[in-house]
């Protein structure tokens, strides 16, 4: 089994590298775990590679909010110190410091 440590943590602001969007992580996979279809979508020649963290995002862009499954290597942190403006982050997130939303619940 391969053990993989997420870079990102709940509730921290990230950004894409490639594409104009950036989200608040809600869920952490250690390793791909979508569907062949939703991987197979992906031009070849960017797909990322399996083994490695990817990220639930409640996401925004210029034009709407959504959910996004993101490659740990497509992201990097956010230092704009801007809050996300999803309409679904008070239901998982308290207030915003520093980069980083409080969570509104324990891990186990």
């Given at each position: ?7 990102y ?22 390793q791909?775990?979508n ?16 083994q ?18 993101v ?6 942190a956010d ?22 939303y409080?969570l ?5």
């Amino acid at each position: 089994m391969i053990r993989q440590r997420a870079k990102y943590h709940l509730g921290q602001v990230v950004r894409h590298r490639k594409h104009p969007f950036r989200g608040v992580v809600f869920d952490v996979d250690p390793q791909f775990s979508n569907t062949d279809e939703w991987y197979e979508a992906i031009p070849e020649e960017s797909r990322p590679k399996k083994q490695q963290p990817f990220y639930h995002l409640l996401a925004e862009n210029d034009q709407s909010f959504y959910v996004a499954y993101v490659s740990e290597q497509n992201l990097v942190a956010d230092y704009s110190g801007e809050p996300v403006d999803h309409p679904d982050i008070p239901d998982l997130f308290g207030a915003f410091h520093d980069g980083s939303y409080e969570l509104h619940f324990q891990m186990n």
